[in-house]
């Protein structure tokens, strides 16, 4: 490829470098992504946009594929449990690089400096959007990804971040934990009636998206005093429908799976909401019962 390529490579390498650190924080929070994370997402998806627009042009595919990413409902509200969408842009990242390191891409990008954002993850330099020409930000009429120049992605960071540190602080003074989505499920804990010993893993499905307890180890012993644990559930839904199911590994190691063909259906105006949720065994021949695992759970 071309020397006057090598920037631009060098540029996309360090696009895919800085999303995928980012993916992986998102894989780990149990929470909302917040404050100065979610500002470096924001202009890391906005640096992306421009430049999927730049090389492949707004009716591509790949455009596409950012696009269709992008619409995703509660898109910034990553967190351990909501991070797909965020990796499919990862991937489309590197799929990006992949086309330049082997001389596929359809043209050099024109609307497109070799500066990424600030960041905290250290893969750009607050200084170079400023000292970036006039020429390389200014808005081709064929290329338009969100309206959003490399200056506004700038505001668009430095918004966030207050947001997020105003909402810290309203969360310290007002003594509320700051986590926004409104509604969580919590699992308080697990009862077993028939299973002496052993653990489990639960997976917990609500309006389709699965979470998964424990969220930090393989499974959670059967024990009294377990700890529970907290999921955000998606915001603006006027119910939740959850079901339940488990896998049981006895202390032989031997692994059976726990379901129910029932679910539970909550209003969001009844909210909150204590129940108990109950599985047995799709093997009824090595342990029998209907009531063999009971979920305490609660939604708020």
């Known amino acids: 490829m071309p020397a006057k390529d090598d920037p631009f490579k060098a540029e996309i390498q360090r696009i895919v470098r ?23 997402a924001t202009a ?4 992306l946009g421009r430049l999927v627009s730049s090389v492949y042009g707004e009716k591509s595919p790949q455009f596409a594929t950012y696009s269709k990413a992008l619409a995703t409902d509660a898109f910034y509200s990553l967190h351990s449990n909501w991070n797909g969408h965020f990796a ?13 390191e082997h001389g596929l891409t359809p043209r050099k990008p024109s609307n ?20 970036m020409p006039e020429d390389s930000v200014k808005e081709n009429a064929e290329i338009r990804v969100a309206k959003i120049s490399a200056k506004q992605a700038i505001v668009v960071t430095v918004i966030t971040a207050i947001a997020g540190l105003i909402a810290s602080f309203a969360s310290y003074f007002h003594g509320i934990e700051h ?3 409104r509604h969580y499920l919590k699992i308080i804990g697990v009862e077993a009636r028939s299973l002496v010993g052993g653990a489990v893993r639960i997976v917990a499905d609500v309006n389709g998206q699965p979470y998964s307890y424990p969220s930090r180890a393989v499974w959670a ?23 339940f199911s488990a896998f049981y590994r006895d202390q032989t190691g031997k692994v059976i799976q726990l379901t129910s063909s029932e679910s ?8 909150p909401a204590l129940d108990k949720f109950k599985l047995s065994t799709v093997y009824p021949d090595t342990y029998s019962g209907d009531n063999l695992l009971s979920i305490q759970y609660e939604v708020r």
Do not use: C
């Open 88 to 100: 499919q842009l990862v991937g489309l990242a590197k799929s990006i690089a992949h086309d330049f």
């Open 44 to 47: 890391w998806v906005t640096h």
């Open 18 to 40: 800085q999303g995928s650190q980012i993916l992986e924080r998102a894989q780990v929070l149990p929470h909302e992504m917040a404050g100065e994370e979610l500002a470096d």
């Open 112 to 131: 497109f400096g070799t500066h990424s954002a600030p960041s905290q993850f250290g893969t750009g330099d607050p200084k170079s959007l400023k000292d």
């Open 221 to 243: 012993d059967l024990q009294e005093g377990q700890p529970g644990e907290s999921f955000p559930l998606p915001n603006e839904q006027s119910e939740y429908v959850l079901r």
């Open 179 to 181: 986590s926004p989505p």
């Open 264 to 271: 539970s259906r909550i209003l969001v105006a009844n909210l």
